[in-house]
Structure formats: C-alpha cells, structure tokens
C-alpha cells in the first residue's frame, strides 16, 4: 500500500472513531506510520484526505465529449457521467465513509458540491452546442445538464445508502428518463414534420388547397 493509501485509510478510520474535527493531521500522519512532513507532501490539509483528485475524471470527461459529433449529444452525456459515477463506484467504502462525513459537516458538502458543478458545468457547455443557444442565455442547456447531475447523484446517493446494488443499471434507467424529458429540447429538423396556419380566406379551397401542397412542399409561400 502506498503512504498516500495508508495516510487516507489512517484519516477515514480516525474520522470514524474519534470525529473530523477532533482528528489532527499529527493523529492521521501516526496512525499511518509517517512524519509530518510525509503527510503534507501528499496533501494539502486535512480536508484534502477526504477527496479524491477529480482532475483525472474531469480531463476524462471533458475528452469523451470533445471526441463526440453534436448529434450525439445525448449518449455523450450519458457516457461522460457514467465516468463520475464509476470513480465513487471504485473507491467502495471509501465512497461510502466520505459520504457519512460530508451529511454532517456543511465545509465538506460545500467542496463535494462544487465539485460536481464543474461536471456540471462542462455538460451544459457540451449541451449548449446541441441546442444551438448563446452563452447567458443557454437555459436549455442548463436545464439538461442539471437533469443529468441530479439523476447521477440520486443514483449516486442510493448506492452509498446501500439501497442498490446494480448502480450501472439504475444509472441507465435515469439517464432514460432525462432523455425522454428533454426530447422536446433537441434541435429541430426542418426536413421533418409539418407546420400548419389556418386562417380564413374567401377564397374557394379547390383553389387554396394546390397552392397550399406547394407551400409546403417548399416551392412557394402559401397564399395570402
């Protein structure tokens, strides 16, 4: 085991027996067999024991979109939350431990939070070229990207409750019911479909029905 393991397994089990704020960097560094100085090469603060790096996740992330055409926008999303999802899945009780820590000590969900709006953040980014909006005024973007937090964190918090055991397949499921909800918000086509204005006109319909076919048809504008 590395000292960065030993380190972060001495802090989780001292969280658990004796309280975060009660646990000092000296007690974890101890615990773990190490100086001091060993453990602030490895972290920042005590703080820093108890999250993991999202930067891997987040270039990971932020490539499995880049790779990704606009029209896939959806699946897209769907694989690069499934990333986050699967690095609280590999931590197991880890996971588990940060997650009793973090209901109960407000500075700890603060940072935990934050974290997951930066995902959220590259979603609504990658979003935001599917739906063709501007920066500033992107809500449908928005409003997807935080569809796909909030079904990841539902499914998220399930399993750290251990209230599931297939995560992956729950994780599907509530990616399926953000894709059906937002399906109105996918850009239209203007090949598909038709659009009708009824309006009244005097005129005899045999003769406003052949120029209506070819207004929709594309060839000229429907008559006045």
Same mark, same amino acid.
């Given at each position: ?62 490539? /499995? ?6 029209? +896939?926008? =959806?699946? #897209?999303?769907?694989? !690069? %939350?499934?990333?986050?999802? $699967? &690095? ?68 998220? /918090? ?6 599931? +055991?297939? =995560?992956? #397949?729950?994780?599907? !499921? %509530?990616?399926?019911?953000? $894709? &059906? ?44």
């Amino acid at each position: 085991m590395s000292r960065t393991a030993r380190l972060r397994e001495a802090a989780f089990e001292l969280f658990e027996q004796q309280g975060y704020d009660a646990t000092t960097v000296e007690a974890i560094a101890e615990r773990a067999g190490v100086g001091r100085t060993t453990f602030f090469r490895a972290f920042g603060s005590k703080e820093d024991v108890i999250f993991p790096d999202h930067t891997d996740v987040l270039a990971r992330v932020r490539e /499995r979109l880049a790779s990704s055409p606009v029209e +896939e926008t =959806p699946a #897209a999303v769907t694989e !690069a %939350a499934r990333l986050v999802l $699967r &690095r609280y899945l590999d931590e197991g009780d880890v996971a588990r431990a940060r997650y009793r820590l973090t209901r109960t000590i407000p500075p700890l969900r603060s940072r935990e939070i934050a974290h997951l709006q930066q995902y959220q953040r590259e979603f609504r980014e990658f979003i935001r070229r599917w739906t063709g909006e501007d920066a500033g005024a992107d809500l449908r973007a928005e409003l997807m990207a935080s569809s796909v937090v909030v079904a990841h964190n539902h499914v998220l /918090r399930r399993w750290l409750r251990g209230l599931s +055991e297939l =995560p992956e #397949a729950e994780f599907d !499921a %509530a990616m399926a019911q953000v $894709r &059906r909800t937002h399906a109105p918000l996918s850009p239209a086509d203007p090949a598909a479909g038709t659009t009708v204005l009824v309006l009244r006109t005097p005129d005899d319909p045999d003769q406003v029905l052949p120029a209506l076919r070819r207004a929709l048809a594309g060839n000229e504008p429907a008559p006045d």
